[in-house]
């Protein structure tokens, strides 16, 4: 290969990278839908706190209910009944950060820039991601794991998560039954899965 054609090649494949991985930076959609609050109609946020970033850690769960939602309608909808339910417990908004449906696409709750309520202790040091349905036997379908790897990439692009987090389930940190048995099997097989007890460490802080 001529150095020339090298060049061309590294080029090509940097701007691939950043087509794929980088929607914000290069002006080309994530490969997934995202669903801003807007898009869902999600009523104002009244606990708005910053979370300090990136954050150490990631925590997956499930819905356990709304069920899985398969379209766009039916996983709007079962964001509007997570945040009703959520302001019913006096939390001020859904507590997730991210909630992605069956179908694939990324829902936006707090964001990635403000505290969430979905771990207790580990609330101040994590992004919440919930994987609509119950997925205690059943197995999430392969868009939604999809999305859900992808947007974990997306917060490290943006600073919001620690290149070097940990991925848990939530009942690896309280006692729950969430994210479901069949969906913490796959997850323990991703990269970043951490059996490890969480303790707030100093250089967390
Ligand atoms: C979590 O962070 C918020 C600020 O975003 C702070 O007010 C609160 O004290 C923190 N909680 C703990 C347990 O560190
Ligand atoms: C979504 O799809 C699953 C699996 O096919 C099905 O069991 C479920 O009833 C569907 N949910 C709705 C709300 O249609
Ligand atoms: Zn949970």
Redesign the pocket.
């Known amino acids: 290969m001529s150095l020339s054609c090298a060049f061309t090649t590294l080029v090509l494949a940097i701007h691939v990278y950043l087509a794929i991985g980088c929607p914000q930076l290069y002006g080309v959609q994530a490969p997934y839908l995202l669903y801003s609050r807007e898009d869902w109609g999600a009523v104002h946020a009244t606990d708005i706190?910053?979370?300090?970033t990136p954050v150490p850690y990631v925590i997956i769960h499930h819905t356990y209910l709304p069920a899985a939602c398969n379209s766009t309608q039916q996983c709007k909808a079962a964001m509007k009944s997570m945040q009703n339910y959520h302001n019913s417990l006096d939390w001020g908004d859904i507590g997730y950060h991210f909630c992605v449906g069956s179908e694939g696409g990324a829902y936006e709750g707090r964001g990635w820039h403000n505290?969430g309520i979905h771990a207790g202790?580990v609330?101040?040091y994590s992004i919440g991601i919930c994987l609509i349905g119950d997925w205690r036997v059943e197995q999430p379908p392969r868009e939604m794991l999809e999305t859900t790897k992808s947007l974990i990439n997306t917060g490290i692009l943006n600073g919001a998560i620690s290149p070097t987090y940990k991925l848990k389930g939530h009942s690896q940190i309280m006692a729950t039954e969430c994210p479901g048995t069949a969906l913490l099997d796959i997850i323990s097989k991703w990269d970043h899965y951490s059996e490890e007890q969480f303790v707030i460490n100093k250089k967390d802080n």
């Open positions: 706190h910053p979370l300090k505290l202790p609330n101040n």
